[in-house]
Nanobody, 124 residues
Framework: QVQLVESGGGLVQAGGSLRLSCAAS????????MGWFRQAPGREREFVAA????????YYADSVKGRFTISRDNAKNTVYLQMNSLKPEDTAVYCC?????????????????WGQGTQVTVSS
């Protein structure tokens, strides 16, 4: 079966950096668009970033543009989220997800598979 397993979360001070990884198995990774979403306590799930099958196209939420970078390594079946200049408002559980196609990458309901998530906490 399909598994998406995130890692790399933790506690960091404001202004610091973290790199999240999401290892995929059970699917032809290079055929799937990959995305990152986050959810803070008491808030709705929020789109963060997406990367196309080849890695040639990326898309970011305005709140993270210029600070976060999404990338993928199809040889390793892994997608990454490099997070720099972290702010306390970035605190959330971050999940990776896989979907077919590119047209509505911001829409979580259009993703087919989800990981369990990794906690990111940014202290002020």
């Amino acid at each position: 079966q399909v598994q998406l397993v995130e890692s790399g979360g933790g506690l960091v001070q404001a202004g610091g950096s973290l790199r999240l990884s999401c290892a995929a198995s059970g699917l032809t990774f290079s055929s799937w668009t990959m995305g990152w979403f986050r959810q803070a306590p008491g808030r709705e799930r929020e789109f963060v970033a997406a990367v196309s099958r080849s890695g040639g196209n990326t898309y970011y939420a305005d709140s993270v543009k210029g600070r976060f970078t999404i990338s993928r390594d199809n040889a390793k079946n892994t997608v990454y989220l490099q997070m720099n200049s972290l702010k306390p408002e970035d605190t959330a559980v971050y999940c990776c997800a896989a979907r077919w196609g590119w047209s509505t990458v911001r829409v979580g309901d259009d993703y087919n598979y989800w990981g369990q998530g990794t906690q990111v906490t940014v202290s002020s």
